[in-house]
Structures are given as structure tokens and as C-alpha cells.
């Protein structure tokens, strides 16, 4: 290879080394921020209560998806 083409890849490369690099900086800032957000939720009042009206809802989603297999 030419020593061109060499120079170009490693400036590719290096570009992309600093585009994950940046991206792993933001899925670790997003993953903090949510889990935050879900402690804060976890604080407010009828939290416990509407884990369970979910949890009912999603047993009798699966229970009708189940009887509409057989």
C-alpha cells in the first residue's frame, strides 16, 4: 500500500476510536440518568400500587395471548 492510503486509514481509524469512544461516554450518561429517574419514581407515592395493577395487566395479557395459541 501507499503510504497515502496508510495515512488515511489510520485518520479513519483514529476518527472512529473517538466516535465510540464518545458514544460510550453517552450510554454511560443515559444509563445514569435513567437510573435516577427510576429511583426518584420508586419515591413517589402509589409507586408499590402501580407495580402491581402492571404486573395483573401483564398476567392477564400473557393468559389471553396463551389462550388465543391453543
Same mark, same amino acid.
Given at each position: 500500500? +501507499?503510504?497515502?492510503? &496508510? !495515512?488515511?486509514?489510520?485518520? +479513519?481509524?483514529?476518527? #472512529?476510536?473517538?466516535? !465510540?469512544?464518545?458514544? #460510550?461516554?453517552?450510554?454511560?450518561?443515559?444509563?445514569?440518568?435513567?437510573v435516577? !429517574?427510576?429511583? &426518584?419514581?420508586?419515591?413517589?407515592?402509589?409507586?408499590?400500587?402501580?407495580?402491581?395493577?402492571?404486573?395483573?395487566?401483564? +398476567?392477564?395479557? #400473557?393468559k389471553? +395471548?396463551?389462550?388465543?395459541?391453543?
Amino acid at each position: 500500500m +501507499k503510504e497515502n492510503e &496508510l !495515512v488515511m486509514m489510520r485518520n +479513519k481509524i483514529e476518527s #472512529l476510536t473517538r466516535i !465510540v469512544d464518545f458514544m #460510550l461516554t453517552e450510554i454511560e450518561n443515559t444509563k445514569t440518568m435513567s437510573v435516577g !429517574v427510576y429511583q &426518584l419514581i420508586k419515591e413517589m407515592p402509589g409507586y408499590q400500587e402501580a407495580i402491581s395493577l402492571i404486573s395483573e395487566k401483564a +398476567k392477564e395479557e #400473557l393468559k389471553e +395471548k396463551e389462550e388465543e395459541e391453543e
